[in-house]
């Protein structure tokens, strides 16, 4: 399986606590739908 999680925004290095949080808030979303796709759908049962 390969796919590719986008993050529109800047990114800094030594990023503070409240720039992380954002950049997994748009992560999140994107990962939750992957998780609905074959084969990580049946490897949650």
Do not use: D
């Not at 990023?15 to 796709?37: D, F, M, N, S």
Request: without cysteine; neutral net charge; charged residues 20%.
């Amino acid at each position: 399986m390969l796919f590719t999680l986008i993050y529109e925004g800047s990114m800094t290095p030594n990023a503070k606590a409240p720039e992380v949080h954002r950049i997994r808030e748009q992560l999140h979303v994107q990962l939750r739908e992957l998780w609905t796709y074959a084969p990580l759908s049946e490897a949650r049962a």
